[in-house]
């Protein structure tokens, strides 16, 4: 199975800060941020905290112990534990690492906008107005070289490998998220308007609870902790043998979960701001203006009526945003990678920048065909392949793979676990409830 030669992640913070790398993006920062603020703030904060600990978190738990158990690839991983005709495991993992791909050729397109919004903001910082207009403007050429140059950071390090490109890069990216995060948070309470924001984000208005308020919230959660895509078992398989598998993926979830809840903090009062700065973020029927824009228009409109502050509030939060990204976008180039190298043989550089180009590619095919192509890649890979391959994986570990080989799994790590809540649950609640409560809501 594993060969002796295979990488691992150095230490357990290290795989901790990597897997919440993964985890925590644009999902967090954007994404819930957004979403919260379109559907009415503090109910959908509730539905999403329930879909993260009852659907998300037993997935990720079951994501990383496939992985751990094949030591290896995605599509390995899947056939180490799958009795007869393996077809299906083949089949499971190759749809995952295409929508993986597709998910970064679309991330790395909006990745780009951040870093030409950060360009924008430090320029501004340093008194240069001419000549920015071009980095925040959309435009096909914009958007192509930015897509590139995020997609060449995005190989830089995965190039490097698993303990000295990603553990490396996590490690020191995601405590600089962290901190750069509170700053900004606590400065944007000391604005006028910020209350407002808040009261929208945690008093609830159940009159917003809607079915498809639960797909969204589903679909947000699924998205945000990376699931459904082998990015988790693909990190699960670099993971050491000692280390506690329900103990590490609660502590991934509660980052990620913390990040996101944060981020609402942030971007809700920020709203509200901005409205007190007298930028429009509502119609008049009180809807959300530009709800997908929301971070990229709102709030640097935001920063402008700030001044010098703002620029500096500006190129901080978007240097944020870009940290977010590429520990994201990281993860889902290694699941490709990964079994280039494993099946292949190819070397990690060739196999990077074959893969790497080959995404770049499909990335630009979207630029050039934008209003056709980027919303259907979105909801192609978000909406629908998440969600059906994350249900397809609880099968799997409830149904085909053998029961003892997933628990024998679990107990490495953490042998007192019999002993355990989770050990009464856990198995039965993937086996039935997740799959049952996935198609409630699927087809709600
Ligand atoms: N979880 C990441 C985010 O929140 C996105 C992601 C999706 C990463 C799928 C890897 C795989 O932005």
Redesign the pocket.
Known sequence: MASSSRSQFSSRFGFIMAAAG???????????PTQAASNGGAVFLIVYLCMVFLLAYPMLVAEMTIGRYGQSNAIRSFRAGWPKGQLGAILLGVVGLVV?SL??SF?AIVAGWLMGSFADSGMNLFGIHDHTHWLTTFSTSRNLILMVTFMLLTMYVVRNGVADGIEKWSTRLMPLLFILFFVLTAYIFTQDGAMEGLKMYLIPDLSHLTPELCVSAMGQA????????C??TTYGSYLKKDANIPKTAAQVALI?TGV?FTAGLMVLPAMFVAKQNGVQIFSDTGALLNSDTLVFDVLPAMFNTMGIVGALVGAIFFLLMII??LT??I??LE?PVSCATEELKLSRNKAVLFIGGLITLVSAIVVVNFSDLFGLVVTFT?VYS?PIIALLITLIVGWIWNRNQILGELKQGCPDIEQGWFWKIWPWYVRVVCPILMLLVFFA
């Open positions: 993964s985890a925590v993006g644009l999902g967090n920062v954007w994404g819930f993986v998910i970064l991330y699924f998205f945000s902790l990376s699931l459904g895509v990015v988790m990620d996101a977010a990204a994201s976008s993860s889902m699941v978000t998440q």
